[in-house]
């Protein structure tokens, strides 16, 4: 089955690791803009971040965005 990226969820992640987007941000050595441009959807998180963001957060990559399948992506066997 085919899949597409949907809603970042890194806001919903945050909230669970008790952790403010200033947090990581800095943990990143990113600006606080640009995590906020990635948990509002302005951006989608480059995979080398997707991962780094992950091992900081505990959680695994898929948990940090919606994946949503593709209509009559399915393989019929």
């Known amino acids: 089955m085919a899949v ?3 809603r970042c969820l890194l806001k919903d992640r945050l909230k669970d690791a008790h952790m403010t987007q200033a947090e990581l ?5 990113l600006s606080p803009q ?7 959807n302005l ?3 480059p995979i080398n971040r997707l991962r780094e ?3 900081i957060l505990r ?14 992506s399915r393989h019929k066997k």
Do not use: F
């Open 53 to 55: 963001i992950a091992q």
């Open 25 to 29: 941000a800095d943990k990143l050595d």
């Open 4 to 6: 597409e990226v949907g």
């Open 59 to 72: 959680c695994h990559m898929d948990d940090l965005y919606e994946w949503i399948e593709v209509p009559g």
């Open 34 to 40: 640009r995590v906020s441009d990635y948990a509002n």
């Open 43 to 45: 951006r989608t998180i």
